[in-house]
């Protein structure tokens, strides 16, 4: 008996010790690779007029195919029965619900050129509506729901498609631009009618309560600087004249008709450039009297929706770190924040009686999920759980940090720490720079579809740090402001002194520091290689390494005008004391440079240069050339190079592992 009891206590003791075990090593577990590019993605949410249903899109990584394919979800509010809508082996999505709820269109190319699908909501196949020639960019439903508006590209000519055949396209540069204009579609007939014709480009549109006119906003010609000269025009939904409305300096768009049909709500950046605050601006459409009614929000807005009663607006922004759900007075400008400082919050939609909102939330620790909530008392309802698997990994825990520049000047930013953190330990660092330079580092779920792949970093037992210097979005328009005609300076500096604040807390190991970054973010890591030799290694994703050449070269060399206050031959000096090609002979930092072939926004030549600079000085430098790429890496089998890459690089720089 004794000995029965002995060996019963002894098994349930090994099996105690190895649940532990077991139960260590699980909460151990963190996101390879592989598992980040399983992640799916989820956008778009569409809450029902009735407020009964919410659709959804989520996208996953098809390797076969090497492409994201996105698919249509539909949910109750109360969390129940979850229904995939569209199941096609390409893209669909951008759905939106009929006024009355009876039917779903969306997009799609699942036959060949993107058209607009109608779907009924509950059950049946999708049926295809338009057959445009160039592909539909978004639609409208009309608010009696027997048609719709849609942009389209104008189609090549006969004789344009003769010369191709004939491999004899020849064109010249800046001349005949292919325009977007409106068309609409009378869902019983299935005609299809193209009401705006001309020498300029259709950005966006919205319909009038009554059907009877539509207001569009255009540019001269869709190259991206254009889209700062945009103005706004009212036409009639069957054609004819077009009407000035808002015609002036600077970018006006995004034109919203008022309930009640007697206003216009519209995004202006109130005559500025690239680098200012944008606002909701309202005209009245009897007196033409315009009036900025978001001038004290300083910061730029978003989307946009009237409320019911035409008396307030709702918009979505970025607050610091965070992005919120706004509203504000019609009357009085006066601004409240629905949202909590508590997640990052996006993808907002309102039923039809505005007091219901359906939206997307997240945080460092949780993914992105559907969730429902009363307006007026707001507490958000999570409804989905796209993906569960997440559950069985530990994450690095994210801390929001503070610290001081060389000038006193006060930073944020974010502070990754490594899965099973000791305090009494310090830690091999990579520094992230983010683009733009008015991109910003937000309190969102970490584990993206990046070139850096974060939370496998903190797994490999690195700490990450995410800066937001100044010239970030979130911080107000001075803030964005302050690295005018000094990029690599104070910003430098800002992301400096953070490394430096998180050595002295004993967090950061100053023998062990990486740093990255993609676009601007690639800008400064090139900049960070010849002024110092602080790194261990360095990964520059599309930097801009060469303002002068990047000028000529760029689809946006009015973006470095507004930059830099003048064009390369009028200032030279600016251009070149700010570039890290005239201070490569200082480089001494292994880096790893990546670059899509096809980026028009940082062309390859910016990276073909740093290649040859480090190359020349005999720093140790890998060049690796994205095929079909623009400016962001966006096929799976490439994003997962690219991360693998850039593991193995710091791997073997800054922790000497050299990986196959």
């Known amino acids: 008996m004794r000995g029965i009891k002995r060996f019963l206590i002894a098994f349930f003791v090994i099996f105690f010790l190895f649940s532990l075990t077991y139960s260590q090593e699980k909460q151990s577990k963190f996101l390879t690779i592989k598992d980040i590019l399983e992640i799916k993605g989820l956008s778009d949410t569409q809450i029902s007029p009735d407020g009964k249903w919410i659709l959804y899109v989520v996208s996953v990584a098809d390797f076969e195919q ?52 109608i ?25 009696d729901g027997k048609r719709i508006a849609y942009l389209a590209s104008d189609p090549p000519t006969e004789e344009e498609e003769k010369k191709k055949k004939e491999k004899d396209g020849a064109y010249v540069v800046d001349e005949n631009f292919k325009m977007t204009h409106i068309w609409i579609i009378d869902l019983e007939n299935k005609k299809e009618n193209k009401i705006t014709d001309g020498n300029f480009d259709i950005i966006s549109f919205s319909i009038s309560p009554d059907g009877k006119e539509i207001v569009f906003s255009s540019r001269p010609t869709p190259k991206v600087p254009d889209y700062y000269n945009a103005d706004i025009f009212i036409i009639s939904s069957i054609g004819g004249e077009i009407k000035e409305l808002i015609v002036r300096k600077g970018l006006d768009t995004n034109p919203i008709w008022s309930p009640d049909g007697k206003k216009i709500a519209f995004i202006s950046n109130e005559g500025g450039d690239w680098i200012s605050n944008t606002y909701i601006c309202i005209v009245d459409l009897d007196t033409k009297e315009i009036k900025n009614i978001s001038k004290d929000f300083d910061e730029r807005v978003r989307e946009f929706w009237w409320d019911i009663t035409g008396k307030f607006i709702y918009f979505e922004a970025n607050k610091r770190i965070y992005r919120h759900l706004f509203r504000v007075s019609v009357d009085d400008g006066r601004v ?28 460092p620790l949780s993914p992105p999920d559907v969730y429902i909530s009363f307006l007026k008392k707001f507490k958000p309802n999570k409804l ?63 584990p993206r579809r990046s070139a850096y792949p974060i939370q496998t970093f903190a797994g490999l037992g690195y700490a990450v740090f995410m800066p937001n210097p100044r010239g970030s979005g979130g911080y107000g328009e001075k ?169 193995k690089w710091f791997n073997k720089w800054i922790l000497n592992k050299n990986e196959k």
Not at 78 to 100: A, E, H, I, Q, V
Not at 415 to 444: C, E, M, Q, W
């Open 66 to 117: 090497n492409l994201y394919n996105s698919d249509i979800w539909r949910i109750s509010i109360k969390g129940r029965d979850p229904l995939k809508m569209t199941n096609s082996p390409k893209r669909d999505y951008f759905p939106r619900w009929s006024p009355d709820g009876k039917k779903i269109a969306f997009l799609s190319d699942r036959d060949g050129k993107t058209q607009i699908w």
């Open 119 to 143: 779907i009924n909501p509950f059950g049946g196949e999708a049926e295809k509506l338009t057959n445009s020639k160039t592909g539909v960019k978004s639609f409208k439903w009309f608010p």
């Open 336 to 363: 409240i924040q629905i949202t909590p400082d508590d997640a990052y919050y996006s993808s907002f939609s309102f039923n039809k009686d505005f007091n219901l909102i359906s939206f997307i939330k997240q945080d």
């Open 384 to 446: 989905t759980e796209v993906n569960p698997q997440l559950k069985d990994f530990t994450l690095g825990k994210t801390e929001i940090i503070h610290w001081r520049s060389k000038d006193g000047k006060e930073m944020e930013g974010l502070l990754v720490k490594p899965i099973n953190y000791d305090s009494n330990k310090k830690y091999p660092l990579l520094t992230i720079v983010h683009g733009g330079p008015a991109g910003v580092f937000s309190y969102r779920f970490l």
């Open 479 to 647: 803030f964005r402001r302050a690295n005018f005609r000094d990029w690599g300076g104070m910003d430098y500096e800002d992301i400096m002194s953070g490394i430096d604040y998180l050595i002295e807390k004993g967090i950061a190991d100053s023998d062990k520091l990486g740093i990255m970054g993609w676009s601007y973010g690639g800008y400064m890591t090139s900049w960070v290689i010849t002024q110092t030799d602080r790194f261990k290694a360095a990964s520059v994703g599309a930097g801009v390494t060469n303002l002068f050449s990047m000028y000529g070269q760029t689809d946006i060399p009015e973006f470095m005008e507004c930059y830099f206050g003048s064009q390369p031959w009028q200032d030279s000096e600016v251009y070149e004391n700010h570039s890290a090609m005239y201070f490569i002979s200082k480089a001494k930092t292994p880096t790893l440079i990546q670059h899509g072939e096809k980026d028009i926004r940082v062309p390859l030549p910016q990276g073909q240069e740093l290649y040859l600079g480090l190359k020349k000085n005999n720093v140790p430098v890998k060049f690796v050339i994205y095929p079909r790429q623009p400016h962001g890496i966006r096929e799976p089998k490439l994003q997962k190079d690219s991360m693998e890459r850039n593991i």
